[in-house]
């Protein structure tokens, strides 16, 4: 995968993007928004983006068919702020790169598994498929969430706790058949380690709008 960097200002966040090294139209789009401690300036902080997650699968000697799209949130905020930007900045890339729209996918971990959940809410009918990890959502707005989920949290987190992702996940189920939860035995909040491998990946890409 090729790795390109966008920090200029007509973007609503910057971001690193990892893509094919023969780039084409209409190939799926993976959005991971990062955690807390992955905020930055957008310049010289913005490699802290690839800190975590599928950017240790979509290495430089792998070819995927897919973007995978990692913004940079600005220090001192949060995710669950810029629900309304985030959506936007998806649209924005999506247009500009020409994307599957049947194919769009969120993902997050710590504030931005809270960040995936709200977000993926706001504007269900944009997401094929999101994987929340170690956040917590809306229980009570849970039935928004009728695209297929995929939920991870570690049973030990001291950060936060696991309850939010099983009271998710079974507000979800009364009305998605096709929901999960992922609860790692032992592990404390860096559930995002275990999860976001090949097998996840796969997941999110073999899922598609009707």
């Known amino acids: 995968m090729e790795v390109k960097i966008y920090n200029d200002e007509k973007w609503e966040f910057p971001f690193i993007m990892r893509c094919p090294k023969q780039m084409k139209d209409n190939l799926p789009m993976i959005v991971q928004l990062h955690g807390a401690g992955e905020r930055g300036n957008g310049k010289d902080e913005l490699y802290r983006v690839e800190v975590h997650g599928f950017c240790h699968v979509l290495k430089e000697d792998v070819e995927y068919d897919c973007l995978l799209v990692q913004p940079q949130c600005p220090n001192g905020t949060f995710w669950v702020a ?13 247009d500009e790169f020409k994307v599957d729209r049947k194919r769009i996918y969120l993902t997050g971990l710590s504030m931005g598994g809270y960040g995936t959940w709200y977000t993926a809410m706001a504007c269900p009918e944009m997401f094929a498929a999101i994987a929340p990890i170690c956040g917590e959502g809306m229980p009570w707005y849970a039935g928004a969430l009728t695209m297929p989920v995929w939920a991870f949290h570690g049973e030990i987190d001291p950060t936060v706790n696991v309850r939010g992702s099983i009271e998710m996940m079974e507000r979800i189920k009364r009305f998605n058949n096709d929901a999960k939860l992922t609860v790692y035995e032992g592990v404390a909040h860096n559930s995002w380690a ?10 999110l890409l073999s899922k598609k709008k009707d």
């Open 82 to 94: 810029h629900i309304e930007s985030v959506l936007k900045f998806i649209n924005h890339v999506a």
């Open 194 to 203: 275990p999860a976001m491998q090949t097998e996840l990946l796969e997941w």
